[in-house]
């Protein structure tokens, strides 16, 4: 897979402005694990290598067993390895990931909103918007994942 251009160097206003808005998720009082996963499983979702080894490596860094890591994708089947609050991220993550498919549904919102306050919410689902952005981005333009590079 040949990159087709860095977009970090022909926008970087834009490049910028979402890194503003990682800023603010990092700074929003989300649990930095918890956004971590919500990211893996968004980048799953997409199938975008580029963020899945990224995120990968962060949650790595974070000490979360690869256990876990590998379960993310089958969460609800993973028992006691997420938390409630895990769960209900990644539920949400999901609707909001697949929201052509899903109109997320008043079943997902009044689940999410049983963990969540509404400022967490509003900041997770920014988060969520976050990262589906980033993994278009990476996609789009063939962003080469670390663990390539360094083979």
Not at 14 to 20: E, M, Q, T
């Amino acid at each position: 897979m040949t990159r087709r251009l860095d977009y970090n160097q022909i926008a970087p206003n834009g490049a910028k402005a979402l890194g503003s808005v990682y800023g603010y998720v990092v700074q929003s009082g989300l649990p930095g694990e918890l956004v971590d996963l919500v990211y893996l499983r968004v980048s799953q979702i997409n199938n975008c290598a580029y963020c899945l080894d990224m995120h990968t490596r962060d949650l790595l860094k974070r000490g979360v067993k690869v256990e876990k890591l590998a379960l993310v994708q089958a969460w609800e089947e993973g028992g006691s390895l997420f938390s409630a609050t895990e769960r209900a991220a990644l539920a949400w993550a999901e609707s909001v990931t697949r929201v052509a498919e899903t109109r997320v549904p008043d079943s997902a919102y009044e689940a999410a909103r049983a963990v969540f306050d509404e400022k967490q919410l509003v900041d997770l689902t920014i988060a969520i918007g976050l990262m589906n952005t980033y993994n278009r981005m990476a996609i789009s333009f063939r962003n080469t994942p670390q663990a390539v590079l360094e083979n």
